[in-house]
């Protein structure tokens, strides 16, 4: 498994947008449960939002109404779209895929929120 993940800019001051995506490769995607965490200096990671492989999508309560997760099965590649930024969500955003036998984890990419 190959995950290829990607911060669709850099830093962000608060308010603003940032996209993510993670591209997973050597796993048949589409019957993967797909997720999105976060760890903050100091902090316990934390789930952000999951897609299942059905597409029901769950999300973090502070999230919910400014972050929206997707995939797209045939490019084997989920998204996060995060609006409203804060400065507080400054961390390294992990993607993550599972099944019943399998939990992969990405490398993590690092989103900063500051002025």
């Known amino acids: 498994l190959m995950f290829s993940c990607r911060r669709w800019g850099g830093l962000v001051q608060p308010g603003g947008s940032l996209r993510l995506s993670c591209a997973a490769s050597g796993i048949i995607f589409s019957t993967y449960d797909m997720g999105w965490y976060r760890q903050a200096p100091g902090k316990q990671r934390e789930l952000v939002a999951a897609?299942?492989?059905?597409?029901?999508?769950n999300y973090a309560d502070s999230v919910k109404g400014r972050f929206t997760i997707s995939r797209d099965n045939a490019k084997k590649t989920m998204y996060l779209q995060m609006n409203s930024l804060k400065p507080e969500e400054t961390a390294v955003y992990y993607c993550n895929a599972k099944n019943a036998l399998r939990n992969y984890w990405g490398k993590g990419t690092q989103v900063t929120v500051s002025s």
């Open positions: 897609i299942t492989s059905g597409g029901r999508t």
